[in-house]
């Protein structure tokens, strides 16, 4: 009992707090989270491996599409380079809006393409001045081509380093993880032009896949092995298409100029354009000759009808006067369409009527779409049945009180089905003229090809003219005084013909046409009042024989 009085007793102070104390005391400290044992897990090395390759190659492809391109004259071109990813690798080369052609140059992801945006003129122009120049075409080509390229592999080195590098830098937020990035992307490169390089294939050339238009490009250009084999012939060739087709444009500008009586009409007629381009030039050039108040073309403008081909028609747009113009069995109700948005144009069909220039000038589509072989062509019943229908259409003009002074359509078989109810019917499709008084009096001009044949043209064993006309009418009787049908020298030829023919009683449908040729004209020589033909311009040493009328591709 002793010992237990000895034992000293706990201060007030030192005595354990009462348990309400020690709950409050819990609740009010403040929360410190218990210690782990062990961190959260990092991700899988081949998972962080391939978020990085993706980094790499979304970042190089961006910077490839956002700076990695040049622009690059090539001989008298103006071209531009890209490289773009690819699984196959080769070069893509687009010539719009014929189409491209593919090469199998090289295995590797990347392909090259180049796309072809046009002639210079300033370089075009030089060449034909200079003709000789053509000996080192070849070698300022190969000079341009890799200028060209060692300009774009500059450029794209700089686009995929850039572009992973910044890529990089907005995933990881880390200068590091954004460096390796670029230092990937590179090498990436780097490997992808090595591959390129070993596996280059310069016999590419010889095989290349054509696509869209350029798709006859091979019965268009020939055999590829000869054009390489024999690549001197072909050189001079080429010189000497180039100095005729711009001696024929200045042919062109030059054309003497009919002083008609002021109250006349100028109608120029056109047809059968299949797509060539020169014909633009060459309309613009007679419009202002001439100073036409309206143009008719008589259809196949096209080839194919694809909605590819629908920009060839913007020069439409820009030409001095009204373009009157129905479909052809090569043009499609897509052209169709594209053409009805266009101010400057006015679209005939179904025997619609319209009235420009104080003339009234009816038409009618060709039934027949040729180009699409799922379908059977119906040939000339469904030609004669369009024709009769445009008959009635004319009928139902005449009574109204319209009746229509020009009708047109473009296969000749049709627009027989209107004689007696209009003074002139145009037609083309058959790619050479010919001029009829059809029994009840209409006279019907069959026009030649203003595009001289188009792309086929050269497929022919002598090249096909390009063909117009000009048809001066009365202003007030708006019959048929006299017209001029102008010949150009097609691929390879440098003549220029205007020749000028009076119906037998002028103002009197159903007169014959005068003699056309005078061969003892000389060249240079211009008609005063005579109806014979003259050439205008001949730029060629000799004269070339005329051409065999060809018959158009259905």
């Known amino acids: 009992m002793a010992r237990a009085r000895d034992v000293p007793r706990a201060s007030p102070a030192s005595r354990p707090a009462p348990r309400y104390f020690r709950t409050l005391r819990a609740v009010l400290r403040p929360h410190r989270p218990a210690p782990t044992s062990a961190l959260v897990a990092a991700p899988h090395p081949v998972t962080r491996a391939l978020g990085l390759i993706a980094v790499v190659v979304v970042g190089a492809w961006l910077g490839l599409l956002i700076v990695g391109s040049v622009r690059t004259p090539v001989g008298p071109m103006d071209t531009r380079m890209t490289l773009r990813p690819s699984l196959t690798g080769g070069t893509k080369i687009n010539v719009s809006p014929l189409g491209a052609l593919e090469l199998d140059t090289h295995t590797a992801p990347l392909r090259l393409d180049v796309d072809v945006d046009q002639l210079d003129p300033v370089r075009s122009t030089a060449l034909v001045a200079h003709p000789e120049r053509f000996a080192g075409l070849q070698t300022e080509v190969g000079h341009d081509v890799r200028a060209g390229t060692t300009e774009l592999a500059v450029r794209s080195v700089v686009a ?41 294939n310069p016999k590419s050339v010889l095989e290349p896949r054509f696509s869209g238009l350029l798709s006859s490009a091979p019965q268009v250009v020939g055999n590829a092995r000869s054009i390489v084999t024999e690549f001197d012939v072909y ?10 087709v711009t001696k024929l444009y200045d042919a062109t500008s030059t054309l003497p100029t009919y002083q008609p009586d002021p109250g006349t009409l100028r109608v120029l007629h056109v047809s059968d354009i299949h797509l060539n381009p020169a014909s633009w030039h060459i309309i613009g050039s007679l419009v202002d000759q001439y100073g036409i108040d309206v143009i008719i073309d008589s259809g196949d403008t096209m080839d194919h009808g694809t909605a590819a081909e629908n920009t060839f028609l913007d020069p439409v747009d820009d030409l001095d006067a009204p373009y009157v113009w129905v479909r052809g069995n090569h043009d499609s109700r897509l052209t169709q369409d594209y053409l009805k948005r266009m101010k400057n144009v006015r679209v005939l069909d179904e025997g619609s009527a319209v009235t420009v220039a104080g003339l009234r000038v009816a038409g009618i589509g060709d039934p027949q779409f040729t180009p699409d072989r799922s379908v059977a062509a119906p040939g000339d019943p469904a030609e004669r049945m369009a024709g009769i229908r445009f008959a009635s259409a004319l009928r139902d003009q005449r009574r109204a009180g319209t009746p229509v002074d020009i009708a047109v359509a473009h296969n000749p078989v049709a627009a027989r089905e209107t004689d007696g109810l209009v003074p002139l019917a145009l037609s083309g499709h058959v790619h050479h003229r010919a001029t009829e ?61 205007v020749g000028r023919h009076l119906p037998e009683e002028v103002g009197t449908p159903g007169g014959d046409p005068s ?10 020589t211009f008609p005063n009042a005579s109806p014979d033909t003259t050439p205008v311009a ?7 024989a005329p051409a065999p009328a060809p018959t158009p591709s259905p």
Do not use: C, F, H, M
Request: hydrophobic fraction near 35%.
């Open 160 to 200: 995929v380093v850039s572009g992973a590098t910044a890529l990089g830098l907005a995933v990881y937020r880390r200068p590091r993880r954004a460096l390796t990035a670029g230092g990937l992307a590179l090498a990436l490169l780097a490997a992808s032009g090595i591959g390129a390089y070993v596996t280059w």
């Open 515 to 524: 003699p056309s040729t005078s061969p003892s004209t000389p060249p240079g």
């Open 538 to 544: 001949d730029t060629s040493p000799s004269p070339a």
């Open 235 to 244: 050189q001079k060739e080429l010189a000497r298409l180039v100095t005729n």
């Open 437 to 497: 008084v059809l029994p009840y009096g209409t006279r019907l001009k069959v026009e030649g090809s203003t595009g001289g044949g188009g792309l086929r043209a050269v497929q022919n064993e002598k090249p096909e003219k390009v063909r117009a006309s000009v048809l001066y009418l009365d202003r007030t009787t708006k019959r048929l005084q006299a017209w001029d049908e102008i010949t150009l020298g097609g691929l390879g030829l440098t003549t220029a013909e």
